[in-house]
């Protein structure tokens, strides 16, 4: 049984090199009445190839598992993330990382994040610094991860707010960056600082007690 963990990308995809490296990879396509399983296609957006780069960075002792769930554009429907996450713990992840997000509060989606949360796995989802908050990132369970330029790659905030919980560096290595880059810095830190298992609520314990900053950024 491996030990280490087990994170599942919910994205666009990834590079081929990343998908060859991932122990399982799925498509999830919204056909109306039910989502669609197909193969992987290419990446288009880049999207979820960034992320990945992130998490993969320097992270010992952990496999990827890959659901792409818009490739196009970057829309997706809260059936088609559902879907995915009932994937993910189907292939026992210990980690969700979404850095994504829809509108609106849909009960499949609600069903499936308290689906995973009950099956004792950690959700980071991404949400914007103002606006309005997405779901799956504004459910009850999921650690809410964004952006914070006080942060270099290796370190994270405590925000100690409703909207994001923690931050961290904005900043992909080719440049781009946003809330969905932090998340995904807030998740690389968990692969390499946390042990799989620890659950919700002693998992946002561990992160406040090695944030290198406390409180929102000044702006």
């Known amino acids: 049984m491996f030990d280490g ?41 880049g999207h979820g190839t960034r992320v990945a780069g992130v998490l993969w960075s320097d992270v010992a002792r952990a496999e990827l598992l890959v659901a792409q769930v818009f490739d196009q554009r970057r829309a997706t429907t809260a059936a088609t993330v559902a879907a995915a996450i009932h994937w993910a713990i189907a292939e026992h ?19 499936a994040v308290a689906a995973a949360a009950a099956a004792g796995i950690l959700l980071i989802a991404s949400t914007p610094a103002r606006g309005p908050s997405p779901f799956p990132a504004a459910y009850p369970g999921v650690i809410r991860g964004t952006g914070d330029a006080r942060c270099a790659p290796d370190e994270i905030s405590a925000l100690d707010a409703d909207r994001a919980h923690f931050g961290a560096c904005a900043r992909a290595n080719d440049g781009t960056g946003g809330a969905s880059i932090g998340a995904a810095h807030l998740s690389r830190f968990i692969l390499r600082q946390l042990v799989p298992g620890e659950g919700y609520d002693a998992s946002r314990r561990r992160l406040a007690a090695l944030a290198r900053f406390h409180g929102p950024e000044r702006r």
């Open 5 to 45: 963990w087990r994170v599942a990308l919910i994205d666009s995809g990834a590079d081929p090199a990343t998908l060859g490296a991932a122990r399982a990879t799925r498509r999830f396509v919204d056909a109306g009445r039910r989502v669609e399983i197909h193969p992987v296609v290419a990446d288009a957006l």
């Open 93 to 111: 992840a210990a980690l969700v990382h979404l850095s994504l997000g829809v509108r609106e509060d849909r009960a499949v989606l609600a069903g």
